[in-house]
């Protein structure tokens, strides 16, 4: 047999051509016209647009509205009651009552957020449905409305619950007054040891109540509120006798503040 003579050339048609395979890779966005676009740059530069309109409304809203300034820290004041920020009010709240509070503190700080955020990692492992509807996945879907209802109800109770007005005074900026007096006298034994000084500062300068430097208030006067009490300072709030409070209003006011 000559070469190049009677040879056959047999084809198996169960082989596909590599130009007549699909391709595994995602389509072009032009084979889908009017529903995709190219992402450089039509949908970047629409990401960007709102991007910028979050960014100068949240740049507005910093300039209007900025964050509120209390005074220096202090660790000796232990009559300061601090308030966390509002994402975390429902579990200040939560510390609030009998079974998370107390001897039972570790319940409310660590197991019962510890469960929490447990369940919400076992989510993913508790529901392996494919359906994507909410009335389907019963498991999923209550998990997540008991979470928002607890925050929204915790979060409503923090605030309706919280004196705002004192949390407004015992952090206020106010401008540092010195005053000398004499820590010996008997004005101030009485009012160092009365509960005067848990809201008024060791000094007089101040805390949940106003200062007592300059006044401008007569020895009476200051009796008077003592006794009969004054905006939200309430009535009958000093315990002591009637003799001591008339003693330790003469010595308030007395005080003035130093040069």
Known sequence: MHRGKGLKFVGDSRVLHPSSRKKKGPKDYSEYPGK???????????EWLIGSVFLIGYLILTVSHPSPLERQADPTDTAYIPLPDWYFLFL???????????????????????????ALLLVPFLDTSKERRPFKRPLPTGFMLLAIASIIFLTWESVVNHDWEAAKAQGEIREEVSVEFDENS????????????????????????????GT???????????????????AGTYQ?????????????STLEASE
């Not at 009485?190 to 007089?204: P, V």
């Not at 002591?240 to 308030?252: N, S």
């Open 186 to 213: 008997e004005g101030y034994q009485l009012y160092s040891t009365s509960s005067c000084i848990g809201c008024h500062g060791n000094a007089f300068e101040g805390g949940i109540g106003p200062t007592l430097v």
């Open 36 to 46: 995709t676009e190219a992402f450089w740059p039509d949908f970047l530069l629409k």
């Open 92 to 118: 200040y709240q939560l510390l609030k009552y009998q079974f998370a509070s107390g001897p039972y503190n570790v319940i409310g700080a660590i197991v019962m957020p510890g469960i929490a955020f447990m």
């Open 216 to 234: 401008g208030r007569s020895a009476e006067e200051i009796y008077e509120i003592g006794k009969n009490g004054i905006a939200s300072m309430p």
């Open 240 to 252: 002591g006798t009637d003799e001591e409070l008339q003693v330790i209003a003469e010595f308030i």
